[in-house]
């Protein structure tokens, strides 16, 4: 399986503009810019991409893992908060902070534990990227 994703860009790193699209169509032209990757300008960037990613990816992983553990969730929201830090080697993702809900009625606390922390560890995102991954994972 491949997936595959584009990125234009014209003009210099701070007065320059790029877009990036998605072969799927959910992305098109969709803007990044100096300002969105490093100041609050409107549009998109690559470490809010790859936060969503890792959300996304964790959620179906959590899913797939309390599904192996006899539990069904009726739903899991899941925040990935990704740093990005100037290192001496060059800006960096130093961390990925998860913040997980899970709604699953009589759940089991320690096999949800088990499960939470299997997803994190299994999850394609997760394994991908080399750096610092917490995360609060709870039942509500």
Not at 74 to 81: G, V
Request: charged share 20%; with cysteine; aromatic share 4%.
């Amino acid at each position: 399986m491949t997936r595959t994703a584009s990125a234009h860009w014209a003009g210099g790193l701070k007065d320059g503009k790029g877009t990036v699209s998605t072969a799927s169509g959910v992305l098109k032209d969709t803007q990044y810019s100096f300002s969105t990757r490093f100041e609050n300008g409107a549009g998109t960037n690559p470490e809010e991409l790859i936060a969503a990613a890792h959300a996304g990816c964790f959620s179906m992983a959590l899913s797939g893992q309390l599904g192996n553990a006899g539990m069904t969730a009726e739903s899991i929201d899941t925040k990935a908060s990704l740093t990005l830090e100037k290192t001496d080697a060059g800006f960096t993702i130093t961390a990925i902070h998860l913040d997980v809900s899970v709604k699953i009625p009589g759940a089991d606390q320690a096999k949800f534990n088990e499960a939470a922390q299997n997803a994190k560890k299994g999850c394609p995102v997760s394994r991908v990227l080399n750096t610092n991954i917490t995360m609060d994972a709870k039942l509500v």
